[in-house]
């Protein structure tokens, strides 16, 4: 029956494939077929009778398959996904010890390190990953020169990057020396290389660029290139952030559509 069939990249996401805004994308790109005929966006299925390939992989989920949540060290020099065409050091091959399939949520580029999550949970990553949740993540950055009040100023309030501007940020001077500031920065959006372009957008070069924290669960002392599994105290934390943000969103949701209709009927 129709209603027992879900959307394809959840299905994608649920398997340990990609996670689902990544599924969206495979999707876009034509990779996804479901029983022979590729898959369009919107797209649902039946994962227990439908035959659903992705890049010619037929996938399977299993009801009782064990969930993995993993907190990795990402050193400079590793790309963050599964496989690389081009032989690059992937993410994939830090984690290749845990007996299951593993995505990272999100992404820090190659030349960035610090804390990543990976999973086989795609309501997780969704979780976390969607833009809708402003899910706050921590970064140490070490800037060239050092910075003055105009750039800190610009980088706390929002500059453009990629043609539209970013999301007000926290930033905090850590230290300041007369040819670099190490800085810290806390932001609520996840755009690609985001950072590194918004100190290229002031006038600053990132010499160096770690994620400290996602949310309430901190790096701490992991070593690079090393991982473990979340605890059940910082998963049920995750889950507790995420669900404040939610009723902060739904409540500033709220308080729009409610100025909104003042504004009309004054009219």
């Known amino acids: 029956m129709e209603k027992e069939k879900i959307r394809i990249q959840k299905i994608i996401a649920d398997a340990g494939i990609a996670s689902r805004r990544k599924a969206e994308e495979l999707i876009s790109r034509g990779a996804v077929t479901v029983n022979g005929k590729k898959a369009m966006l919107g797209d649902k299925a039946d994962p227990y009778k439908d035959r659903?390939?992705?890049?010619?992989?037929?996938?399977?989920?299993?009801?009782?398959?064990?969930?993995?949540?993993?907190?990795l060290h990402k050193p400079r020099g590793?790309?963050?996904?599964m496989n690389d065409e081009q032989g690059r050091k992937c993410v994939a091959e830090l984690v290749d010890d845990v007996p299951a399939r593993l995505f990272p949520v999100g992404r820090l580029d190659r030349e960035s390190e610090g804390l990543l999550f990976m999973t086989n949970d795609g309501s997780f990553a969704n979780m976390i990953s969607h833009p809708s949740t402003h899910f706050?993540?921590?970064?140490?950055?070490?800037?060239?020169p050092a910075i003055n009040e105009e750039q800190l100023t610009r980088l706390t309030t929002g500059v453009v990057v990629d043609g539209r501007k970013s999301m007000?940020?926290?930033?905090?001077?850590?230290?300041?020396e007369k040819e670099r500031t190490?800085?810290?920065?806390?932001?609520?959006?996840g755009r690609n290389r985001q950072i590194r372009k918004m100190?290229?957008?002031?006038?600053?070069?990132?010499?160096?660029?770690?994620?400290?924290?996602?949310?309430?669960?901190k790096l701490g002392m992991l070593q690079p290139g090393k991982w473990r599994e979340l605890t059940p105290a910082e998963l049920k934390?995750?889950?507790?952030?995420?669900?404040?943000?939610s009723l902060k969103t739904q409540s500033e949701q709220n308080e729009n559509r409610q100025e909104k209709k003042d504004s009309r009927s004054k009219r």
């Not at 190490?182 to 959006?189: G, H, P």
């Not at 957008?201 to 309430?216: D, H, K, T």
């Open 52 to 71: 659903i390939t992705v890049a010619g992989r037929e996938i399977r989920l299993s009801k009782n398959a064990e969930k993995y949540y993993i907190m």
């Open 78 to 81: 590793y790309i963050t996904t």
């Open 136 to 144: 706050a993540k921590t970064y140490r950055v070490t800037v060239r």
């Open 168 to 176: 007000p940020a926290s930033v905090r001077v850590v230290t300041s």
């Open 182 to 189: 190490v800085l810290e920065i806390i932001l609520e959006e």
């Open 199 to 217: 100190c290229e957008a002031v006038g600053l070069e990132v010499a160096r660029l770690r994620r400290n924290a996602i949310g309430p669960v």
């Open 237 to 245: 934390a995750i889950k507790n952030y995420h669900k404040k943000l």
